[in-house]
């Protein structure tokens, strides 16, 4: 394993910006670096699993077969350099196919997630001005209720069944065009991805990826994720998200690794019988999958302890019960990491470099990024004071962000981009969680950081899943209220509520506990699992503005 201070300190910027990190790489495809450079006879890039437990297993040299059929279809409709193709499509191979094919051309490829209603489609649509949209029957009817959605193409049932008409079908076009087609070589700085953030209020914002992040996706699966030959890796994301498309998708299938697809539903039973059948070593996903797992006590470990080497989680942060359990029960390390939509993953602590780990911190700046903590005036602080996580660009050649497609933004301050993020540096150079800007409770003069006390709480062992947010307060600004999801096991009642808050109290401050606990069947999240503060925090607003 290498040692983080030296991996860190032997990053070469000059090499990273001659190798394109600064415009000057040429002569780059997409579907050339996760495809044909690995299309060897043999060689796996894909396992799928279906949810009634049917399976299927694809070569580089397959999927670089049909990605050719499918990139003369796209031209044939007079799909061309830099225009977008979108996929609303299930983890399948028609899925991998679409993204290369696209990529082929020259064309950019925008994910749309299949949880998404009508109007969510209609806006990234219209926003990105498709030319094209792939689609399987079981949601090719929320289509139809898109205004202007642009050409269809569907992957349809046996016989065809679910094609409408006037759609393509997905595989008869497929038999009519030639495997090869010449692909389009670009630079570093062409865009090969549209993505669009989650955001927390208003519309979903447009960012291009430029071709050059490959790099820095492979650098994070090769260094965070420790991706091995011998690794059987599965990341739990969905494809229809940064996490999954960067890290699930092009991350491993660029370094020649084969990839596991199930589509199906998250469940505990379907998570142990893909770990079980495919040899499972390497697993990423989010703290929300875990803490399910968990739940679900010796179901799980019963099943799947001495089966994983490692275990990565991101999204969102992991609290340090989960990294205990991982580690008493199934004998396997879980890591943290972090990283947004427009950045990647850039704080990590590193399965593949040695460093010291902070139970309970987001790690240290993945090489080839300077990572930051800024107070309001963007002054650097020190150890110890919270502030805004921020990325120095002039020392940041692995970064590649450059601001939001037909929007302007506030991130970008001088030689910093400003996440949003409200972190803490630790003694060791780590860095801490506390929340989103907006999270951080004002109480009586402190600042509490709902990670904090939310990682508390879901120690207890009556506790699944918890909230904190600031509930208005006219004595002390703001008081500490959790909302918390209790296991199958426990009821809902005060005793249990005051338990909780004196447990909290124990372990955090005297002002850091909450003063108020509801009981809730579930939290808001985003359709990818990241909690939703802002909805429990609005709700208590409207509430105390309306005297209740």
């Known amino acids: 394993m290498r040692d983080y201070q030296t991996a860190t300190a032997d990053f070469d910027y000059q090499q990273a910006a001659q190798a394109g990190l600064k415009g000057t790489l040429t002569a780059l495809n997409a579907c050339i670096e996760c495809c044909d450079r690995h299309a060897l006879p043999g060689r796996i890039a894909l396992f799928w699993e279906g949810r009634d437990g049917s399976s299927a297993v694809y070569t580089f040299s397959e999927l670089q077969d049909k990605a050719g059929r499918f990139a003369n279809f796209l031209l044939a409709q007079g799909v061309r350099r830099g225009d977008k193709v979108a996929a609303l499509l299930p983890r399948n191979v028609e899925l991998l196919v679409t993204l290369f094919a696209t990529w082929r051309i020259g064309a950019i490829y925008q994910p749309l997630f299949t949880a998404f209603g009508p109007k969510a489609i209609e806006h990234r649509l219209g926003s990105s001005g498709a030319k094209l949209v792939v689609t399987d029957a079981a949601n090719r009817g929320k289509l139809s209720e898109v205004a202007d959605c642009p050409a269809i193409v569907t992957v349809g049932g046996p016989k065809g069944q679910g094609i409408a008409r006037g759609d393509f079908s997905f595989w008869a076009e497929l038999d009519n065009y030639p495997a090869y087609c010449e692909p389009v070589l670009l630079t570093g700085e062409d865009p090969f991805l549209l993505m669009f953030t989650s955001g927390t209020t208003g519309p979903a914002k447009p960012l291009e990826v430029p071709l050059k992040a490959i790099i820095a996706f492979q650098n994070y699966t090769r260094d965070a994720v420790d991706l091995r030959p011998e690794d059987a890796f599965w990341n739990v ?42 040899g499972i070593t390497n697993l990423t996903g989010s703290p929300t999958a875990y803490r399910l797992l968990i739940a679900a006590g010796e179901a799980f470990a019963g099943r799947v302890k001495g089966r994983l080497r490692v275990v990565s989680s991101a999204g969102e942060p992991l609290n340090p019960e989960v990294i205990r359990w991982f580690a008493d029960t199934l004998g396997v390390t879980i890591l943290d990491h972090y990283g947004q939509t427009e950045m990647g993953m850039v ?54 962000f450059n601001g939001y497609k037909g929007f302007e933004t506030k991130a970008f301050v001088g030689r910093y981009y400003l996440s949003g993020d409200t972190v803490e540096l630790n003694a060791d150079g780590s860095i801490s969680f506390v929340g989103r800007n907006d999270d951080v409770i004002t109480t009586s003069g402190y600042r509490v950081g709902p990670f904090d006390v939310e990682s508390a709480l879901v120690e207890h062992p009556a506790v699944v899943e918890a909230a904190v947010v600031g509930k208005p307060c006219p004595e002390r600004t703001e008081v500490v209220k959790a909302f918390v999801v209790l296991g199958a096991q426990y009821r809902a009642e005060p005793q249990l509520a005051e338990e909780l808050r004196l447990h909290v109290r124990k372990r955090l401050a005297a002002h850091a506990y909450p003063r108020e606990i509801e009981f809730v069947d579930e939290l808001p999240k985003t359709p990818s699992g990241k909690l939703q503060r802002f909805i429990l925090r609005n709700q208590e607003i409207a509430k105390a503005q309306a005297g209740t």
């Open 347 to 400: 704080l990590c602590n590193h399965h593949g470099l040695e460093h010291p780990v902070h139970i309970g911190s987001a790690g240290f700046a993945s090489p080839g990024h300077r990572i930051v903590v800024l107070d309001e005036q963007q002054r650097e602080l020190t150890v110890g004071q919270p502030g805004i996580l921020a990325l120095d660009r002039s020392q940041s050649p692995m970064f590649w």
């Open 237 to 278: 994301a969905d494809p229809g998200w940064a996490y999954g498309l960067y890290f699930g998708i092009t991350g491993p299938l660029g370094m020649g690794h084969p990839i596991t697809f199930y589509d199906g539903p998250f469940s505990v039973e379907s998570t142990c019988r893909i770990i079980e059948k495919y």
